[in-house]
């Protein structure tokens, strides 16, 4: 691009200088600036491309580690929950045996 614009800036001063100069020369030179911007623009968007898909990707990654994560947090807390109910219904049973054996002590 930046030969193009010293190319430019050659001719427009050989179009000041020369009353014979070619517009037409100019008028090339501008149709290989349009020419330019249109791959910079393609180069552009391909990029752009390129950076969403692995953006998607990424996003697609985090989001299943974070399935895996929360799926073994629940089983984790599953663990638990049944540990705790474990627990709970043995505390329970000696509670209630216990209870039970001191109404048959203090009943005799």
């Given at each position: 691009?930046?030969?193009l614009f010293s190319e430019f800036t050659f001719l427009s001063d050989q179009a000041l200088r020369d009353k014979?100069?070619?517009?037409?020369?100019?008028?090339?030179?501008?149709?290989?600036?349009?020419?330019?911007?249109?791959r910079a623009w393609a180069n552009l968007e391909l990029q752009a491309e390129n950076e969403a898909r692995?953006?998607?990707?990424e996003v697609r990654e985090s989001e299943e580690y974070l399935d895996s994560v929360m799926d073994?947090?629940?089983?984790?807390?599953?663990?638990?929950?049944?540990e705790m109910d474990r627990a709970a219904a043995a505390?329970?049973?000696?509670?209630?045996l216990g209870h039970g054996g001191l109404t048959a002590k203090v009943s005799q």
């Open positions: 691009m930046e030969a014979t100069f070619d517009p037409s020369t100019i008028e090339d030179l501008m149709k290989l600036f349009e020419v330019e911007a249109y692995k953006a998607d990707d073994s947090a629940m089983a984790e807390f599953r663990r638990f929950e049944e505390e329970h049973d000696s509670l209630a």
